[in-house]
């Protein structure tokens, strides 16, 4: 490979010289190669400790001059072969050339530049996809590679020094942490440790310090733990490896590939053995923490971050914080949480102009709104730079937002994907249109009811609450530009009036921003949506009628119609999560209070931002919460987490309460205060409420028998929890009435109930949160995998004649062969491969060549030379539908002939091994011609003829698993004309 020409002051230190001429030498690196002794174990433990420049490469190429005792490094390769291609090509075409020069320095200068010039054409043909990566970094991806036998297409994020801890011994090495991969390698005094762990098969990573692991990070698999120490930036290790973790369990639950951001920004200066990679990585991570800060979409990027303050004009103070600039959006967050938070999209921009400095004022940076406001941001430290940027972003934001009906040569993002599953068509249902009452107003506002004479006060109260947040808009601003701060969350806390609920759910959950840029998009969704019959749809139609059954809203059609239009286009929108049960509940209660369009974006905010992996068949989201809630539990209320964890109650009663935001067991009235709360603050407040109601009723539990009587104490204690300041008629509870029993217990308050949450639990922290929810998704999703792994086995071990461990463990290479074609350049996505619709039996899949390799790994049957041909033949002859990819199921039909198939079956199989379909077209072609020329001319009878006319090897089984496979007996048959009719009769 070559390099970018590096400085080297001692040119025969550690390094033999085996070619020379007057301007380059080739060296090996000394303990490579033949030999090596004592100085070969001190260079390789020298090469591993102190990752000693180069190299890591064990060969190189140097260039030198006359006397000059200064030499350039221009190439380094990992085998003989590479450097010596490319020390030929320089003896060919340079040292003719050097020879002209009168001038060392004209000698060195024409040969750097014909060394860059070289790396410069081969990053612009594309065989160096990382240009941007620092020699140093390539060298050790190369050393990465060979040493642990990866093909060109993993990459590497990162390395770095480390300990691992082999029993009670620590071998210092190198620890190596690629996209899929994490490999350790050591070599210290001719003793070699070398690791492989798939991020996939990840099951636990803990940071942590021990008397006998200081300062350590544990990686945990299914069978095994793996410990390392004495890393330099420990904190950046752990965090990277938590990222590529995490990355590998999208794998595993979307069944995509890793990419890498092709519009990555490129460093302003040259950061010195960082890779393209981890600067993708650490940016997604940035973007990740500012999206959801500020609940923005999915692909807005931050371009940049600074200090500065802001001028509050409600405290007459300027407050410290960061200003955030992103594609779409200029956004501030003050030092001091919950001080003060502001969000101005671009769009709403109209001027941008840089403000007289002062003492007082240094660098202010005014920005107007089209709704009249005003921000003063001071202490920028580049303000010309922050300016010329926001200048750009603006020149860049369309003057009519990205809607459905915009026409372009590519499509737009907000394009929806095209529906899957069609089943055919149902009737047509009344489609979207503005006039609807739905489109333009709650169903709360159409059905609304006289308010009995006794509710006068409660009428009262709440105007007094439309009266305060009409004071807050005016002094704090309305709409997507309002000052967000503590009082902002008193008054969400106090309850928000049934007339603004639905403007501040899109306001607070950032809905209102998608809304507002995509017009037009939920209207062209139900043209597009309705009247097509998926599966989605159909189970749609059977739970329109359980959503809110007890609400006179949804007891008529008009309800029922805008809550099934809205699913639907959601539906449509995401075929990936489609319909998921606890959605129709949630939807309905969003339709009470939004129009239509904004329950959709309500809806799209919540499932794929707010509730991520919520609503999709295997509930994941909803299941790593729980876990999340069990470990807030044993934190926070250790004696009753035990009693609890006897019972088995967490697991029941968390999915109830999170899928639903505690609207299926609380009375109506009383759980919407809760989703006020959840708009505004996130996740952690149904954390705190449960843990509060938990907390509300410990001495209860802890006193319980069985899990029956838990569960009724909670029932009981949540369908008393009253909303006493509510202005809406009662709306009957049916869970309530069912646990109500003779005894009632006393009623709770709602906003007590709040309050108490934050009182006692209040200092939970989303970021706290999400570090806990990453180590849950962990054993979530792997713990997912084995059942889903367990009821494979389940299904075919009644048609198959391998154990249940033989099976589990080709389940394990069979899955891990699809993986691979996830991200090692399979010639089909593995989308295409994945059909999550399927049986867990039917739905990972590999293609011929993955199969050849299993193949020759486990098939009873040795070939020789033959093999690929064998394989080959069996996977057509397994491949029914003809889609050039298997199954589980189909692999282990082929499998479990040879291996425990009868003399009569395998004879048979070999048979058909011989005939079409097995055959290619090629040798069906050559069969047909040389069973025409055997053909008896009495009989007429056509003889399938081999088509190696040679001979092939076939093994009797010996009943052992495929992973310890010991041939006993080989036959070989010679295939003749003879053996041909004798097979016949």
């Known amino acids: 490979m070559w390099i970018t020409p590096e400085e080297v002051l001692l040119a025969n230190a550690?390094?033999?010289?085996?070619?020379?001429?007057?301007?380059?030498?080739?060296?090996?690196?000394?303990?490579?190669?033949?030999?090596?002794?004592?100085?070969?174990?001190?260079?390789?433990?020298?090469?591993?400790?102190?990752?000693?420049?180069?190299?890591?490469?064990?060969?190189?190429?140097?260039?030198?001059?006359?006397?000059?005792?200064?030499?350039?490094?221009?190439?380094?390769?990992?085998?003989?072969?590479?450097?010596?291609?490319?020390?030929?090509?320089?003896?060919?075409?340079?040292?003719?050339?050097?020879s002209i020069f009168d001038n060392d320095d004209d000698i060195t200068t024409f040969v750097k530049g014909k060394i860059q010039g070289i790396i410069a054409e081969e990053n612009k043909s594309g065989k160096l996809q990382e240009d941007e990566d620092p020699g140093k970094f390539r060298e050790a991806e190369l050393k990465m590679r060979k040493l642990f036998g990866m093909p060109e297409e993993e990459k590497l994020v990162n390395y770095y020094p480390c300990s691992y801890w082999k029993g009670r011994v620590p071998r210092q090495g190198w620890i190596y942490l690629s996209v899929n991969h994490l490999c350790f390698y050591s070599f210290l005094l001719g003793k070699e440790v070398s690791l492989v762990v798939q991020w996939t098969d990840v099951t636990q990573l803990d940071k942590n310090a021990t008397l006998v692991f200081p300062e350590s990070i544990r990686v945990s698999t299914r069978g095994t733990e793996h410990f390392f120490s004495m890393f330099l930036n420990i904190n950046e290790t752990f965090k990277l490896m938590e990222q590529l973790a995490n990355i590998a369990m999208r794998q595993l639950l979307d069944n995509e590939s890793f990419s890498a951001d092709r519009f990555l920004p490129k460093p302003c200066k040259t950061l010195k053995n960082v890779s393209a990679l981890k600067r993708d990585l650490d940016a997604r991570a940035k973007n990740e923490r500012y999206r959801t800060l500020f609940r923005l979409t999915q692909d807005e990027r931050l371009d940049g971050h600074t200090d500065c303050t802001l001028w509050t004009p409600f405290t007459k103070m300027h407050v410290v914080g960061q200003m955030f600039v992103s594609n779409n959006y200029i956004c501030f967050a003050s030092r001091e949480e919950d001080l003060c938070q502001l969000i101005i999209p671009l769009r709403e921009v109209t001027i941008v102009e840089k403000a007289d400095s002062s003492s007082v004022l240094p660098s202010p940076l005014s920005i107007s709104t089209k709704n009249k406001m005003t921000f003063l941001f001071a202490n920028l430290k580049d303000r010309d730079f922050l300016v010329q940027r926001i200048s750009d972003f603006l020149q860049r934001t369309p003057d009519r937002p990205c809607g459905l009906n915009a026409q372009s040569e590519n499509p737009s993002p907000c394009t929806p994907p095209s529906p899957v599953l069609e089943l055919g068509e149902m009737p047509q249902n009344q489609h979207y249109s503005p006039s609807l009452p739905t489109a333009k107003q709650g169903l709360?506002?159409?059905?609304?009811?006289?308010?009995?004479?006794?509710?006068?006060?409660?009428?009262?109260?709440?105007?007094?609450?439309?009266?305060?947040?009409?004071?807050?808009?005016?002094?704090?601003?309305?709409?997507?530009?309002?000052?967000?701060?503590?009082?902002?969350?008193?008054?969400?806390?106090?309850?928000?009036?049934?007339?603004?609920?639905?403007?501040l759910w899109l306001l607070f959950s950032g809905a209102q921003n998608e809304m507002n840029t995509h017009p037009g998009y939920y209207g062209s969704l139900i043209d597009q949506a309705m009247g097509k019959c998926t599966l989605a749809t159909e189970e749609i139609e059977r739970d329109l009628h359980r959503s809110m059954p007890e609400h006179h809203a949804f007891q008529n059609e008009m309800g029922i119609?805008?809550?099934?239009?809205?699913?639907?286009?959601?539906?449509?929108?995401?075929?990936?999560?489609?319909?998921?049960?606890?959605?129709?509940?949630?939807?309905?209660?969003?339709?009470?209070?939004?129009?239509?369009?904004?329950?959709?974006?309500?809806?799209?905010?919540?499932?794929?931002?707010?509730?991520?992996?919520?609503?999709?068949?295997?509930?994941?989201?909803?299941?790593?919460?729980?876990?999340?809630?069990?470990?807030?539990?044993?934190?926070?209320?250790?004696?009753?987490?035990?009693?609890?964890?006897?019972?088995?109650?967490?697991?029941?009663?968390?999915?109830?309460?999170?899928?639903?935001?505690?609207?299926?067991?609380?009375?109506?009235?009383?759980?919407?205060?809760?989703?006020?709360?959840?708009?505004?603050?996130?996740?952690?407040?149904?954390?705190?409420?449960?843990?509060?109601?938990?907390?509300?009723?410990?001495?209860?539990?802890?006193?319980?028998?069985?899990?029956?009587?838990?569960?009724?104490?909670?029932?009981?204690?949540?369908?008393?929890?009253?909303?006493?300041?509510?202005?809406?008629?009662?709306?009957?509870?049916?869970?309530?009435?069912?646990?109500?029993?003779?005894?009632?217990?006393?009623?709770?308050?709602?906003?007590?109930?709040?309050?108490?949450?934050?009182?006692?639990?209040?200092?939970?922290?989303?970021?706290?949160?999400?570090?806990?929810?990453?180590?849950?998704?962990?054993?979530?999703?792997?713990?997912?995998e084995d059942t889903a792994k367990r009821s494979v086995v389940r299904a075919i071990m009644t048609d198959s004649a391998f154990t249940i461990e033989e099976l589990e463990e080709l389940y394990v290479l069979f899955k891990a062969k699809h993986i691979m074609s996830c991200y090692w350049g399979s010639s089909s996505t593995a989308a295409e491969r994945h059909d999550p619709s399927l049986p867990y039996l039917?739905?990972?899949?590999?293609?011929?060549?993955?199969?050849?390799?299993?193949?020759?790994?486990?098939?009873?049957?040795?070939?020789?030379?033959?093999?690929?041909?064998?394989?080959?033949?069996?996977f057509r002859l397994l491949d029914q539908n003809k889609d050039s990819l298997i199954n589980f199921k189909e692999f282990v039909t082929g499998l479990s002939g040879m291996y425990h198939g009868d003399m009569t079956e395998k004879l048979k199989l070999l048979y058909k091994l011989h005939l079409p379909p097995a055959l290619c077209p090629e040798e069906a072609e050559s069969a047909l011609e040389a069973t025409q020329f055997f053909t008896d001319d009495d009989t007429q009878q056509d003889l399938p003829v081999i088509s190696t006319q040679r001979s092939l090897f076939f093994l009797l089984s010996n009943q052992q698993p495929p992973n310890k496979i010991k041939p006993v007996l080989v036959f070989c048959c010679n295939f003749s004309v003879e053996c041909h009719k004798y097979t016949v009769q």
């Open 444 to 503: 709360l506002q159409i059905y609304q009811q006289d308010v009995p004479e006794e509710l006068g006060p409660k009428v009262t109260r709440e105007k007094m609450k439309e009266e305060s947040w009409n004071i807050h808009f005016f002094e704090y601003g309305r709409g997507v530009c309002m000052y967000r701060t503590s009082k902002t969350r008193e008054l969400v806390l106090n309850g928000i009036p049934e007339s603004l609920r639905g403007e």
């Open 14 to 98: 550690l390094w033999v010289s085996e070619r020379a001429n007057p301007y380059f030498i080739l060296q090996r690196r000394k303990g490579h190669g033949r030999g090596g002794g004592i100085t070969g174990l001190l260079v390789g433990t020298l090469d591993v400790v102190l990752d000693s420049s180069a190299r890591v490469a064990p060969y190189r190429i140097l260039h030198q001059t006359g006397e000059s005792q200064i030499f350039w490094n221009i190439a380094c390769g990992s085998s003989r072969k590479e450097i010596t291609e490319h020390w030929e090509w320089l003896e060919t075409n340079l040292l003719q050339t050097l």
């Open 561 to 784: 119609a805008a809550l099934r239009r809205v699913l639907t286009a959601y539906a449509y929108r995401n075929p990936g999560i489609g319909y998921c049960q606890a959605m129709n509940i949630v939807t309905s209660v969003l339709l009470l209070y939004c129009t239509e369009e904004q329950a959709f974006w309500l809806l799209v905010a919540l499932c794929e931002r707010m509730l991520p992996d919520y609503y999709n068949t295997r509930v994941v989201g909803a299941l790593v919460d729980q876990g999340v809630f069990e470990e807030l539990t044993r934190e926070c209320l250790p004696l009753l987490y035990e009693r609890m964890q006897e019972l088995g109650v967490i697991s029941t009663i968390s999915l109830s309460w999170f899928l639903t935001l505690f609207l299926s067991v609380m009375p109506f009235d009383s759980a919407v205060l809760l989703v006020d709360c959840f708009f505004y603050e996130g996740i952690k407040v149904i954390f705190q409420v449960s843990l509060a109601v938990l907390h509300a009723n410990m001495d209860q539990l802890l006193s319980c028998s069985d899990e029956g009587e838990a569960m009724t104490i909670l029932g009981r204690y949540l369908d008393n929890v009253v909303n006493k300041q509510t202005v809406s008629p009662p709306i009957p509870h049916l869970h309530a009435l069912l646990t109500s029993g003779n005894n009632p217990p006393p009623e709770i308050d709602a906003f007590e109930l709040i309050k108490a949450s934050y009182e006692k639990f209040g200092s939970l922290r989303a970021d706290v949160i999400e570090q806990m929810r990453f180590k849950q998704r962990l054993k979530v999703i792997q713990s997912l």
């Open 842 to 874: 039917e739905q990972y899949r590999i293609d011929c060549g993955q199969f050849v390799q299993l193949f020759s790994a486990l098939a009873p049957w040795s070939c020789g030379l033959h093999t690929h041909t064998l394989s080959s033949r069996l």
